[in-house]
């Protein structure tokens, strides 16, 4: 009797010692079901792959089954079951009556490529292009998990935000953030002003102007571009001309636009002249003279001048024989600037009898003046007698 109980105790103690070499640690819920975590690897799972246990055997989350049997087998099985976590088709149901099937909650990013250009994967990403319409294609590391980019953007300038969102098989969601700048191959100007004055931009710009200096202010359309130029200049008389260089924001992109500023000389208004007859100078009040007299005994005159612009012009066309009685003379100054200003000369000569009666009136004024002249200085010097 005591040799047939030890022989069961043997069998139990022996039985028990099978299954636990081909088990691994850690509890097991109602299911017969844990959690890995550590050795994983070993066992042909993930850490924190979610399993449950039959036996000697047991099934990992994409419903492989994993058999103690032997090593061989074991790791027959790690990479059968690697491979069936990405291409198991046994969503939710037991593919035996003894394994349970666990849905993947894998919500990272395998890759990221824009332009087909590799993106270093982080949870924000920064990301530059020159392509405002660019192709965005995201592959997750889960085969069954579903990808949602924000939109495929038309980027505008500057940084542009785009959500990723990555849904894992068992719906678990996580999302990532993609920065794209936008790099600008914008190199327009899109103001420019001189002397401010507004100035229509083309490639070559030609203007005038009488300013000895001026003042150059280029905008360009895109705030990140480069503008060089020189903000202020003398002008020297004639063609100026200057270049303006706007490179993009890329740093490669150029645009040049010449600049020709014809400076044109202050052109003269001045139409003021001197102006003598036989050798007496003439004097004029709102261009216009006096009378200006001759005898009897002048019959010709000759007209003198002298312009104080000596790039000013005269229209003076005049007959030098002089008639009796009254005469205008009428000329034109043109100034540098083809301001014009008319002239009148009053001309009157004497007749032979009108100088005689011109001659004793002078003599009796002559007189009439001499002797008031004398009676006052008479009067004069008796009021300082009678003072005394």
């Known amino acids: 009797m005591k040799k047939r109980r030890k022989i069961i105790i043997l069998l139990v103690t022996i039985l028990l010692i099978n299954e636990n070499a081909f088990a691994h640690p850690g509890r097991t819920d109602g299911n017969g079901c844990h959690t890995c975590r550590t050795n994983c690897e070993s066992w042909g799972l993930r850490k924190n792959e979610y399993h449950c246990h039959n036996g000697n055997s047991y099934s990992n989350s994409s419903g492989s089954n994993n058999s103690g049997s032997s090593s061989n087998s074991n790791s027959s099985n790690n990479s059968s079951g690697s491979n069936s ?26 890759s990221i490529t824009i332009d087909n250009i590799d993106v270093n994967i982080d949870e924000e990403m920064n990301f530059s292009t020159i392509n405002q319409n660019p192709t965005i294609l995201v592959t997750p590391s889960h085969n069954k998990a579903s990808v949602e980019v924000e939109k495929n953007p038309t980027l505008k300038s500057g940084n542009n935000k785009i959500i990723i969102t990555i849904t894992a098989e068992d719906s678990t969601k996580k999302q990532y953030i993609l920065n794209i700048k936008l790099i600008s191959m914008d190199a327009t100007l899109k103001n420019l002003r001189i002397n401010e004055q507004n100035i229509t931009i083309q490639d070559e710009i030609k203007m005038e102007t009488t300013d000895e200096k001026i003042s150059i202010r280029a905008i360009p359309t895109n705030k990140n571009a480069k503008v060089i130029y020189d903000k202020d200049k003398k002008l020297k008389i004639g063609n100026n001309q200057f270049i303006i260089q706007v490179t993009a924001e890329d740093g490669i992109t150029n645009k040049q636009y010449t600049l020709n500023i014809e400076r044109k000389r202050v052109l003269s208004n001045n139409t003021n002249v ?14 216009k003279s006096n009378t200006i007299y001759f005898s009897y005994n002048t019959d010709k005159i000759e007209i003198d001048y002298e312009l104080e612009d000596e790039k000013s012009k005269i229209d003076l066309e005049y007959d030098k ?41 002078g003599i009796i004024m002559i007189f009439v003046l001499g002797f008031g002249t004398y009676k006052l200085f008479k009067l004069l010097k008796k009021m300082r007698r009678i003072k005394l």
């Open 274 to 287: 001197k102006i003598s007859i036989n050798g007496k100078e003439v004097k004029f009040n709102h261009n």
């Open 321 to 361: 024989n002089l008639q009796v009685g009254s005469r205008e003379i009428k000329f034109k100054i043109i100034s540098e600037s083809n301001k014009t200003e008319e002239y009148i000369i009053n001309l009157y000569r004497y007749d032979k009898y009108e100088e005689v009666i011109s001659t004793i009136i």
């Open 85 to 110: 976590s990405s291409g198991s088709t046994n969503q939710g149901s037991s593919t035996s009556s003894n394994e349970i099937y666990v849905k993947s909650n894998d919500t990272s990013i395998a």
